[in-house]
């Protein structure tokens, strides 16, 4: 008896425009279960990171025999660290390319690319375009035609909608992995919030933004604060280890920013978030509030809850 995923996919051939690999006889599941390598692509915006690396996880451990290779920012290097061996990373500047370290010639031999994310965006068209695996799957809300395998999925939020593709592939989620920030970073982070000691003291990170929202509202802020965005944020031009390793030692986080947002939901920080158009990354059932009045009631609910 066949699997459900045999069922469903059988053997289809990739479709058109979509690279040199274009006209090769997909054979699925074999070709995602037993791949003969593994990309994946983390997106431009900082939030980015954090379903690619999950997803990393999951392929790593998966596919112990696979190489795997990751493109990302430049900015995001050294965050691929965080995984119990780190892949080949191979990164771009500004709008998402193929970078010229990795090797095209290999993406034609039964490679697998993944895309971890609900929805194709204007700047990574291009990148998908050139992509010549075979098989490029994405948890896509709307399908694409870059994509050629399109996973729907019922969950909006991440990682759960990686564990459900995963699920619906066959393939092992691992449920346990969270990011843990590096110990170069942790140290980094405590010699520049505490020069003197060394030894942080509690804190919430914010947004100058975000802060003055709550201070106008005479909302209660227990703690010293921390900004990590704005004008009078003295921390903002931050190496990217050293914020994620400040968010992550935070007690909350209070943004209107979706860089720290992200981050903040990943480390499982308690957070409230000011999204005013909608593009925050939602995870594990967190929604940031899309009105100023709705953001100081999550400050309020949070405190009240405690941490």
């Known amino acids: 008896m066949t699997d459900p ?3 469903m996919f059988g053997r289809m051939r990739s479709k058109k425009g979509t690279g040199t690999g274009r006209d090769r006889m997909m054979h699925l599941p074999a070709d995602i279960r037993k791949p003969g390598g593994l990309v994946l692509f983390s997106g431009p915006m900082e939030s980015d990171v954090w379903p690619a690396l999950y997803m990393a996880n999951t392929l790593q451990k998966g596919f112990p025999d696979v190489e ?4 990302c920012p430049r900015r995001d290097n ?6 119990s061996w780190r892949p080949p990373v191979h990164c771009y500047s500004g709008k998402p390319a193929i970078p ?6 290999r993406l034609n031999q039964n490679t697998v690319f993944y895309y971890p994310y609900p929805k194709v965006i204007e700047s990574d068209r291009d990148l998908l375009a050139g992509i010549s695996c075979g098989v490029r799957i994405a948890p896509l809300d709307h399908p694409s035609p870059l994509v050629n395998l399109t996973v729907r999925t019922e969950s909006p939020y991440f ?9 619906m592939l066959g393939l092992t989620y691992d449920k346990e992995w969270r990011p843990v920030v590096q110990t170069h970073a942790e140290r980094a982070a405590e010699q520049k919030m505490a020069p003197v000691t060394g030894r942080m003291l509690p804190y919430i990170v914010t947004t100058s933004s975000a802060l ?4 106008r509202s005479r909302a209660e802020i227990p703690l010293r604060t921390v900004s990590l965005a704005g004008k009078n944020s003295d921390l903002c031009d ?10 992550a030692g935070a007690s909350a986080v209070a943004t209107d920013n979706d860089d720290l947002w992200g981050d903040a939901c990943a ?3 308690p957070v409230i978030g000011l999204d005013r158009l909608g593009d925050f990354i939602k995870w594990h059932g967190l929604e940031a509030s899309r009105q100023e009045s709705d953001f100081v009631e999550a400050w309020v609910a949070l405190l009240k809850r405690g941490w």
């Open 5 to 7: 995923l045999s069922r």
């Open 68 to 71: 795997l290779d990751v493109i």
């Open 78 to 83: 050294g965050l691929f660290s965080m995984l």
């Open 100 to 105: 010229e370290t990795l090797d095209r010639d």
């Open 159 to 167: 990682p759960e909608k990686l564990e459900q593709m995963c699920r």
């Open 212 to 215: 003055s929202i709550l201070e």
């Open 238 to 247: 931050l190496d990217r280890e050293l914020k994620t390793a400040i968010v």
């Open 267 to 269: 480390f499982d920080v």
